[in-house]
């Protein structure tokens, strides 16, 4: 008899499930969107609540169009937003809205935690990572610092997605992955380094048992199961962090591979079997959702919403598919146009919130579809820049891209020769619903291990090749000094 799973992917305007078959075929699939409070300060928070009635909503409707499936549902894990913080009470209650990992207010409590450490170095050493705003400890000091009264309430502090486990089956738990995105984990030994978290002045009893993604947390309480339609017993895998989940869905599942994501932002994900390379903090290193193993990633901030920006506010209203013809058209380099992709500052490979974008390079002849390719190729070179970072890593022989962006051929030829790498499409572009399902699958046995689920459900429709690797090698020794030419005029710009 057929077995099934669901992934649920909680993401900051809204939670994606799927059904998914032990065939690796996807059955059926909800969503539904929400916004997040964005107050004054540089202030983003949510209601838990919110996340509850949403995921509850897709499931129950999942259940509800497939009957004769749902009783075959054997278990389901959710892929979170990382780092963002939900203060729970002794009795398991929220004390307040969830601080979220696009919230900026930290700032003064990052570099107290490097004061309190001794210097960057000291924080590297322990957590394996830079302390920056959108991390979890910051955020708990913030609350220690600023609602001394609601701190004395927590009792645990969890991630989005520990929540909607937590509210399923009534167990605090997270896991390795979004841990290691707390700057409270020790990413190489997998456990949270409680001597560090009390040096900055934080009780370690708050902080939650982590176990693998693929371990499992509990089983859906009887009356939540009846209410959502499922049968009684179903495991809740413990899922992961985003960016893990959404590289397990990509094919990210041995050794010497990676995936290129052009979304919103930007991110190179590669497979680690161990951290045996000097860790630097230029790229983030965090437990994989794949059992005991590692990722390093990198992320630019803007990247696909660079061409929504370009669309938007500067050319006319063309679409998609009218500035892919635009792009085709113009020759590599744009007519010698760069642009630096740095809308929104950058955060690898120069965590820099003062950083800005530019078109360099601009006359009277520059034309739309110049604009157009210019914002492309800077964008590619950012990658380019994340991509020789992770290199220093892991090894990146089988390499795939996924993304918005992946749905332009031309956009993932430019990015293919920028990286001189051969890139893999894949039939799937799910992203982390589909990995958190994997998870799910794997951890209950549905599929007997990640290489088994990927051969049943993933293949390749596109590789791309390099084709003119050696031009734009010319071009991205120009665009890396455009960041250190400027670095210091961006912050005089914005001090004035």
């Not at 502090?157 to 167990?171: A, C, E, F, H, Q």
């Not at 660079?306 to 598919?321: A, K, M, P, V, Y």
Request: hydrophobic share 40%; proline share 4%.
């Amino acid at each position: 008899m057929a077995e099934y799973c669901i992934g649920i992917d909680l993401g900051t305007s809204g939670v994606k499930c799927l059904l998914l078959g032990d065939d690796g075929v996807i059955v059926d699939s909800a969503s539904e969107k929400y916004t997040p409070d964005f107050g004054a300060n540089g202030h983003v928070e949510q209601d838990p609540s919110v996340w509850w009635d949403k995921t509850f909503s897709c499931v129950k409707a999942l259940a509800g169009k497939n009957p004769q499936i749902s009783a075959n549902i054997k278990a389901l894990a959710v892929s979170g937003q990382m780092h963002s913080s939900v203060f729970l009470d002794k009795d398991g209650g929220v004390i307040r809205p969830a601080i979220l990992w696009n919230d900026t207010r930290t700032t003064p409590q990052t570099k107290e935690i490097y004061e309190i450490a001794g210097s960057v170095e000291n924080v590297l050493s322990e957590v394996y990572n830079l302390a920056l705003e959108g991390f979890t400890l910051p955020k708990i000091l913030w609350l220690k610092e600023n609602e001394p009264d609601n701190f004395k309430k927590v009792s645990s502090v969890i991630m989005p997605k520990d929540y909607i486990n937590y509210r399923l089956t009534g167990n605090v738990y997270t896991d390795y992955s979004d841990a290691a995105g707390t700057l409270a984990f020790d990413v190489k030994n997998r456990r949270f380094n409680e001597s560090f978290v009390e040096k900055i002045g934080i009780p370690k009893e708050i902080l939650p048992k982590a176990i693998e993604s693929t371990g499992t947390v509990g089983v859906i309480s009887a009356q939540t199961a009846s209410e959502l339609g499922l049968p009684h017993g179903v495991k809740v895998i413990a899922g992961g962090a985003d960016n893990s989940c959404a590289a397990i869905g990509n094919g990210v599942v041995s050794s010497n591979s990676a995936v290129v994501s052009v979304g919103t932002s930007g991110t190179v994900v590669a497979f680690l079997d161990d951290i045996k390379s000097k860790v630097t903090g230029a790229v983030h290193l965090f437990n994989y959702s794949y059992p005991n193993s590692f990722y390093a990633m990198g992320c630019m901030l803007s990247a696909g919403e660079c061409l929504n920006w370009l669309t938007r506010e500067i050319l006319t209203g063309e679409s998609f598919d009218e500035l892919n013809e635009l792009v085709a058209k113009t020759p590599i380099g744009s007519n010698h146009l760069l642009f630096a992709p740095y809308l929104f500052g950058e955060r690898c490979p120069h965590t820099d919130p003062s950083a800005r974008g530019i078109f360099f390079g601009l006359s009277s002849l520059t034309k739309k579809g110049e604009m157009a390719r210019a914002v492309m190729e800077g964008v590619a070179f950012g990658l380019k820049d994340m991509f020789n970072l992770v290199l220093d890593f892991a090894s990146m022989d089988e390499v795939y891209i996924t993304g918005g962006g992946a749905k332009s051929p031309v956009w993932s030829q430019i990015i293919c020769d920028v990286l001189n790498v051969p890139l893999k499409l894949l039939n799937i572009s799910e992203g982390p619903a589909f990995g958190a399902a994997l998870i799910a699958g794997v951890g209950a046995g549905v599929f007997p291990s990640f290489a088994d689920a990927k051969e049943k459900s993933m293949r390749v429709i596109k590789t791309y090749t390099p084709q003119n690797p050696e031009k734009y090698a010319e071009y991205y020794k120009v665009f890396q000094k455009l960041y250190t030419t400027n670095k210091s005029l961006y912050q005089e710009l914005l001090s004035l």
